[in-house]
Protein backbone atom coordinates (compact mmCIF):
# COMPACT_ATOMS: atom_id res chain seq x y z
CA UNK A 1 0.00 0.00 0.00
CA UNK A 2 1.70 3.61 -0.98
CA UNK A 3 1.61 6.51 0.53
CA UNK A 4 -1.66 8.03 -0.77
CA UNK A 5 -4.01 5.17 -0.52
CA UNK A 6 -3.02 4.58 3.80
CA UNK A 7 -3.81 8.62 3.78
CA UNK A 8 -7.15 7.93 2.06
CA UNK A 9 -7.40 5.38 4.51
CA UNK A 10 -6.50 7.07 7.27
CA UNK A 11 -8.95 10.11 6.86
CA UNK A 12 -11.67 7.57 6.01
CA UNK A 13 -11.26 6.14 9.57
CA UNK A 14 -10.20 9.20 11.61
CA UNK A 15 -13.14 11.26 10.29
CA UNK A 16 -15.73 8.79 11.02
CA UNK A 17 -14.98 6.58 13.93
CA UNK A 18 -17.74 7.21 16.27
CA UNK A 19 -15.54 5.57 19.00
CA UNK A 20 -13.14 8.40 18.69
CA UNK A 21 -14.66 12.13 17.63
CA UNK A 22 -16.63 10.81 14.87
CA UNK A 23 -20.57 12.00 14.79
CA UNK A 24 -23.14 10.48 12.81
CA UNK A 25 -24.36 13.26 10.23
CA UNK A 26 -27.52 12.99 8.03
CA UNK A 27 -27.15 14.90 4.37
CA UNK A 28 -30.41 15.67 2.08
CA UNK A 29 -29.92 16.70 -0.63
CA UNK A 30 -32.23 19.28 -2.70
CA UNK A 31 -33.99 16.53 -4.35
CA UNK A 32 -34.84 14.91 -1.68
CA UNK A 33 -32.51 11.80 -0.97
CA UNK A 34 -31.00 11.73 2.78
CA UNK A 35 -27.97 9.58 3.79
CA UNK A 36 -26.90 8.81 7.08
CA UNK A 37 -22.63 8.76 7.22
CA UNK A 38 -19.99 9.23 9.83
CA UNK A 39 -17.71 12.48 9.81
CA UNK A 40 -16.37 15.27 12.43
CA UNK A 41 -18.24 18.29 13.71
CA UNK A 42 -17.19 21.68 14.88
CA UNK A 43 -18.67 24.80 16.11
CA UNK A 44 -16.58 27.71 17.01
CA UNK A 45 -17.99 31.30 18.71
CA UNK A 46 -14.94 33.80 17.57
CA UNK A 47 -13.72 34.86 14.51
CA UNK A 48 -11.39 37.93 12.86
CA UNK A 49 -12.89 40.97 11.28
CA UNK A 50 -11.22 42.23 8.54
CA UNK A 51 -8.72 44.57 10.39
CA UNK A 52 -7.76 41.28 12.89
CA UNK A 53 -9.76 42.06 15.39
CA UNK A 54 -11.36 38.64 17.59
CA UNK A 55 -14.66 39.27 17.66
CA UNK A 56 -18.00 37.09 18.25
CA UNK A 57 -19.09 34.63 15.54
CA UNK A 58 -20.80 31.05 14.90
CA UNK A 59 -19.46 28.91 12.49
CA UNK A 60 -19.64 25.53 11.95
CA UNK A 61 -18.20 22.75 9.95
CA UNK A 62 -18.32 19.37 9.14
CA UNK A 63 -15.28 16.80 7.55
CA UNK A 64 -16.31 13.65 6.14
CA UNK A 65 -14.61 11.00 3.60
CA UNK A 66 -16.25 11.32 0.52
CA UNK A 67 -16.37 7.58 -0.09
CA UNK A 68 -18.94 7.28 2.36
CA UNK A 69 -21.44 9.61 -0.35
CA UNK A 70 -22.81 5.89 -1.36
CA UNK A 71 -24.85 6.02 -4.86
CA UNK A 72 -27.50 7.22 -5.41
CA UNK A 73 -26.40 10.25 -2.78
CA UNK A 74 -26.04 13.07 -5.55
CA UNK A 75 -23.19 14.93 -4.38
CA UNK A 76 -21.55 15.43 -7.80
CA UNK A 77 -22.49 17.74 -10.76
CA UNK A 78 -22.96 17.46 -14.65
CA UNK A 79 -19.51 17.88 -14.58
CA UNK A 80 -18.25 15.61 -12.08
CA UNK A 81 -16.93 18.13 -9.34
CA UNK A 82 -18.57 17.31 -6.26
CA UNK A 83 -21.30 20.21 -5.46
CA UNK A 84 -23.35 20.27 -2.51
CA UNK A 85 -25.53 23.39 -2.92
CA UNK A 86 -28.18 23.71 -0.95
CA UNK A 87 -27.92 20.12 0.65
CA UNK A 88 -28.80 19.74 4.11
CA UNK A 89 -26.80 18.82 7.47
CA UNK A 90 -28.42 17.30 10.72
CA UNK A 91 -26.14 16.51 13.85
CA UNK A 92 -26.94 15.97 17.40
CA UNK A 93 -24.48 18.61 19.56
CA UNK A 94 -22.25 17.53 22.51
CA UNK A 95 -25.92 17.64 24.80
CA UNK A 96 -28.01 15.38 22.18
CA UNK A 97 -30.06 18.14 20.46
CA UNK A 98 -29.71 17.83 16.96
CA UNK A 99 -28.56 20.74 14.83
CA UNK A 100 -29.47 21.36 11.57
CA UNK A 101 -27.55 23.42 8.84
CA UNK A 102 -27.76 24.44 5.16
CA UNK A 103 -24.13 23.80 3.41
CA UNK A 104 -22.23 27.12 2.70
CA UNK A 105 -19.35 26.08 1.24
CA UNK A 106 -17.22 22.84 0.23
CA UNK A 107 -13.83 21.92 -0.12
CA UNK A 108 -13.24 18.39 -1.54
CA UNK A 109 -9.59 16.88 -1.50
CA UNK A 110 -9.28 15.28 -4.47
CA UNK A 111 -5.55 13.47 -3.08
CA UNK A 112 -7.61 11.78 -0.32
CA UNK A 113 -11.41 12.32 -0.60
CA UNK A 114 -11.67 14.36 2.20
CA UNK A 115 -14.72 16.58 2.35
CA UNK A 116 -14.65 19.63 4.34
CA UNK A 117 -17.73 21.93 4.30
CA UNK A 118 -18.32 25.42 6.10
CA UNK A 119 -22.16 25.33 7.39
CA UNK A 120 -24.95 27.93 7.69
CA UNK A 121 -26.79 27.26 11.05
CA UNK A 122 -30.72 27.47 10.21
CA UNK A 123 -32.43 26.59 13.16
CA UNK A 124 -31.90 30.20 14.11
CA UNK A 125 -32.63 31.84 11.07
Not at 1 to 10: F, K, N, S, Y
Not at 28 to 53: C, Q, R, W, Y
Not at 60 to 87: G, M, T, W
Request: proline share 4%; with cysteine; glycine share 6%.
Amino acid sequence: MGLTDQAIRDAKTITSNLNDFGVMITLTSPSGPSLVINGLHTKHHLAVDTEGNIVNSKKASLSFSESLLISPYPCRNNFQEVDLKNHLASVKDSTGIIKNYLIQQWFPDEAIGLIVCVLEDIDNA
